[in-house]
């Protein structure tokens, strides 16, 4: 599956921004999906996953009540809804694409077969 980000971009602190992550190939809804993020100089982190059917979500705790991860199979896109955007949420933002969903390993980025290229998010002070 070929995953296409987009949505970023430069908004103050406390702004809001959606990404997507647009996929094309394989047949989508087959795939658990996730969010990371990598700022300059820093490992790459998980952000947020869900499910195939979008009834499971999971969240990192530093996003916990500001960000949202949902799907659109019809679509083929998951979207990051980011509100309450902080200086600490700049990064680039990966989308990224898995076989199985396993609580234990759905925060470990090497556990994804799939990634988009990117999409920058800059939060300004």
């Known amino acids: 599956v070929q995953l296409q980000a987009s949505g970023g971009g430069l908004v103050q602190a406390g702004g809001s921004l959606r990404l997507s992550c647009a996929a094309s190939?394989?047949?989508?809804?087959?795939?658990?999906m996730g969010w990371f993020r990598q700022a300059p100089g820093k490992e790459r982190e998980f952000v947020a996953a869900?499910?195939?059917?979008?009834?499971?979500?999971l969240l990192a705790d530093s996003v916990k009540g500001r960000f949202a991860i949902s799907r659109d199979n019809a679509k083929n896109t998951v979207y990051l809804q980011m509100n309450s955007l902080k200086p600490e949420d700049a990064a680039v933002y990966y989308c990224?694409?898995?076989?199985?969903?396993?609580?234990?390993?759905?925060?470990?980025?090497?556990?994804?077969?799939?990634w988009g290229q990117g999409t920058q998010v800059t939060v300004s002070s």
């Open positions: 190939g394989r047949t989508f809804s087959s795939y658990h």
């Open positions: 869900v499910s195939w059917s979008g009834s499971s979500t």
């Open positions: 990224a694409a898995r076989g199985s969903w396993a609580i234990p390993t759905m925060r470990q980025w090497g556990r994804y077969e799939f």
